[in-house]
Each structure stands twice: as structure tokens, then as C-alpha cells.
């Protein structure tokens, strides 16, 4: 993590903290020069990350007493979520996971971080799970009849954070925010370097209903003795179904391009409460969808 106090300490072996000669010519080559290279030496620029977008559809148009509710029904579905993740992705996915230090809030929303695309695609699946069970009032039925249909659409990008003050900033969380915002379709969204990740590791996103979990432990440096919900030893996936890519749009800022792929996956679920045995669902559901406009348009 950079702190501030470090960087104060740092900047004022470059600069002075108050200047009064306003006489003196400077040279902005040489300025330039010098903040370039304690931007450089201060701000990690290797460290990338994948950020997992997810933004609550109109939520501005929620009447108030049901806009002062989503923020909690976000965190209970992120919890219900989170919980699944423990008993069905280890060890992908730590026994003691959380996202509590990693997660962005936004209100409406908010952004989590991982170490790969990976854990953010199975993170977003197992989301869309819990929130499906509480749009079909199985998940605090009562909340739900009150709230109405929930609609989330989400994005993954994969580039550059790191942590200042215990905050997180960066390229990943800059570009997502971007797509979140332009995007008015309530599709699921990731960048190319998302797209390039699965391309690298696992011969495409569209290649993961088949991939075992031998690739999985290639891809995350890991042992996987058991199956995990999404991936089986030796057969092919019996959960994800259909995975369907679409190549979008490059939005342009500056001088940086973005390009986009759609994402459709269609997969089975199955839920259960491990504290009553009873309470189990299976179901299939598809997070993203297939339509192709422009984000622009």
C-alpha cells in the first residue's frame, strides 16, 4: 500500500512545499522529467488485477424507501454469495475468502477486485445465482415482493490498480466505470484483456465448458483434488452450458482505445442452505445477453 506520509517525505526531496520566488523561470522539460520519475518510482505500474463491475439497473428510479433498501439487499446477496463460494470453488478460491477489503462501493453498485479474471467470472456467476433466487422470491421472499425485480448488468476488466491510503485506484476500475456507464443494455461486458486472459490460458472463454481443472490448476498455480461447481476432474463441465462472445465496440479517450466483447453464459445452478437440508435449488439461468448494439449509440 502507498501512503501519504511516505509520498510527502519523498515529494519534498523534489520539491519544495511552499515557494515564494515568483521570479524564477523553471524548466518544464526538467520538471517533467523529475514527477515522471517519482511517479514512476512510487506508483506501482505492473500490478494488474481484475475488477468485476456490477450496476443496479435505474436505480435513481426506485421510489426512496426502496432506494434506501438496495445498498443492504446489495450486501446480503454479496454475503449469500460469497458464502456458496467457500463451500463450492475451494480451493480456487481460499476457504477464508472475502471481499470485504476488496470491494468498491458505489452505492448503486459497486467494484470488487481479484487476482484473475478467472475468480471474477466465477464470482459474477454465482452472483447472479443468489440474485436469481431473489427475483423469484426464494431469497427473502417478503423483501422481494416489496422491492420488485432487481436487474443488474456487469463488466470485467483486467489492467493496472494499486492501493493508496487503503483506497484502490487504477486503469481497471477507470475503464470498467466507463463501460457500467455507457452501457444500457443489462449485458455482461469484459475488455480484451480480459478476453486475451481466457484466450492465453484456456483457448478462448467460449473453451470453458470444457476445461478440466487440470487447467485450472496450470492457469492459477494450484492443486484441485475435487471438483468445484463450475469444474469437474476428468469430464467436461455438467454446469456451464453455453458460452457466447461477441466483439462490440472500441471506444476511444484520448489517446487510449477500449475494445469490448458481449458476453452470454447460460449455466446450471444449484443452491442449497447447509444448515437445512431442505432448502436446495437447482435451476438453469443465463447471465448477459446477446444483443449487439454500440454502447454509443
Given amino acids: 500500500m502507498i501512503s501519504k506520509e511516505n509520498l510527502n517525505r ?70 449469500e454469495t460469497v458464502k456458496h463460494i467457500r463451500q463450492s470453488e475451494k480451493p480456487i478460491f481460499a476457504e477464508d475468502f472475502s471481499i470485504r477489503d476488496k470491494f468498491i462501493s458505489t452505492g448503486d453498485g459497486g467494484f470488487i477486485l481479484f487476482e484473475t479474471p478467472l475468480h471474477a467470472l466465477i464470482f459474477n456467476l454465482h452472483f447472479y445465482a443468489v440474485l436469481h433466487l431473489f427475483n423469484t422470491g426464494h431469497y427473502f421472499p417478503k423483501l422481494s415482493l416489496y422491492i420488485g425485480n432487481v436487474i443488474i448488468r456487469s463488466a470485467i476488466t483486467y489492467d493496472k490498480i494499486f492501493c493508496y491510503e487503503n483506497n484502490y485506484y487504477g486503469k481497471a476500475i477507470i475503464d470498467n466505470s466507463r463501460i457500467l456507464r455507457k452501457d444500457r443494455l443489462n449485458r455482461f461486458i469484459i475488455d480484451e484483456s480480459v478476453f486475451n486472459y481466457f484466450n492465453k490460458y484456456f483457448n478462448g472463454i467460449e473453451s470453458l465448458p470444457i476445461t478440466t481443472t487440470k487447467f485450472i490448476e496450470k492457469a492459477l498455480k494450484i492443486k484441485i483434488d475435487t471438483d468445484t461447481a463450475f469444474f469437474n476432474q476428468e469430464t467436461n463441465s455438467h454446469s456451464l452450458k453455453n458460452i457466447h462472445v461477441q466483439k462490440i465496440e472500441e471506444l476511444y479517450s484520448k489517446n487510449t482505445k477500449l475494445t469490448l466483447y458481449n458476453i452470454e453464459i447460460q449455466f446450471f445452478a444449484s443452491i442449497y442452505d447447509e444448515d437445512n437440508n431442505d432448502c436446495e435449488a437447482s435451476y438453469i439461468l443465463t447471465v448477459g445477453n446477446l444483443n449487439s448494439f454500440s454502447l454509443t449509440q
Fill in 10 to 79: 519523498i515529494l519534498k526531496t523534489v520539491d519544495k512545499e511552499f515557494y515564494w520566488d515568483i521570479d524564477e523561470v523553471f524548466n518544464i522539460d526538467e520538471i517533467k522529467a523529475q514527477i515522471d520519475k517519482f511517479s514512476e518510482e512510487n506508483f506501482p505500474h505492473d500490478n494488474k488485477m481484475a475488477v468485476l463491475g456490477l450496476d443496479i439497473y435505474k436505480y435513481s428510479d426506485f421510489e426512496e424507501n426502496k432506494q434506501n433498501l438496495i445498498p443492504f439487499i446489495f450486501d446480503i446477496i454479496i454475503d
